[in-house]
């Protein structure tokens, strides 16, 4: 069982916007603003989307967003596109088990 | 452009030694902390870990310590992931990774740059 719990995929056409969630806890994303989110294409290494919850690093799309409200996080992508097909994890800083930081599963999504 | 590159696949027996390794390059390697992240074939992301290569400062995920060593040799930018003596459990894909960092020197929680992945296998 993840860290974080992420649905296994999230599916739109081109144009769409989709909203992937990552649920955790008081000791981690409720506790803290260390929210972060990368992108993986196959074989490819992860990329850095969103990080302190709703910043993007330079070079990435604004229509990547993120945000919180209590336990869960969001990632948005707005104006789907083709190149958007990979899977993305959440990731935020946590206080237990001496960890820095737990993950989720991941979430494929699938442009249609 | 920052970049990380790690070593190539290993293919190893149950009990056998490893080092594997992460180059640096295009920033100030020994100031950025460099965490080893591992991905078991169909399961999670597990942060494994960090070291400040510039002091060696290490932190490791309780799951993991005492089972691996973290170490850098700042003359060749490259940091390093070990093992003394592999577990078929330990097949996996291992990344490093660069800790993000705020504009006023203090380490952040996320990996802005990442390695490409070193595909460890395990087997008998």
């Known amino acids: 069982q993840s860290a974080l719990t992420q649905p296994a995929s999230v599916s739109g056409s081109p144009g769409q916007s989709i909203t992937i969630s990552c649920t955790g806890a008081?000791?981690?994303?409720?506790?803290?603003?260390?929210v972060s989110w990368y992108q993986q294409h196959p074989g490819k290494a992860p990329r850095l989307m969103i990080y302190d919850v709703n910043n993007r690093p330079s070079g990435v799309s604004d229509r990547f967003s993120g945000s919180k409200s209590g336990n869960t996080a969001s990632l948005t992508i707005s104006g789907l596109q083709t190149e958007d097909e990979a899977h993305y994890y959440c990731?935020?800083?946590?206080?237990?088990?001496?960890?820095?930081?737990?993950f989720g599963g991941g979430t494929k999504v699938t442009v249609l | 452009e920052v970049q990380l590159v790690q070593s190539g696949a290993e293919v190893k027996k149950p009990g056998e030694s490893l080092k594997i390794a992460c180059k640096g390059s295009e920033y100030g390697f020994s100031s950025y902390w460099i965490g080893w992240v591992r991905r078991v074939p169909g399961k999670d992301l597990e942060w494994m870990g960090i070291?400040?290569?510039?002091?060696?400062?290490?932190r490791y995920s309780p799951s993991f310590q005492g089972h691996v060593t973290f170490s850098v040799d700042k003359s060749v930018s490259t940091a390093y992931l070990q093992w003394s003596s592999l577990k078929a459990s330990d097949t996996a894909i291992y990344y490093c990774?660069?800790?993000?960092?705020?504009?006023?020197?203090?380490?952040?929680?996320?990996?802005?740059?990442w390695g490409q992945g070193t595909l460890v296998t395990v087997s008998s």
């Open positions: 990774a660069r800790r993000g960092m705020t504009i006023f020197g203090v380490a952040e929680y996320f990996y802005d740059f």
């Open positions: 990731s935020s800083y946590t206080d237990i088990n001496n960890l820095e930081v737990v």
């Open positions: 070291i400040y290569p510039g002091d060696s400062d290490t």
């Open positions: 008081s000791s981690d994303i409720g506790g803290y603003n260390f």
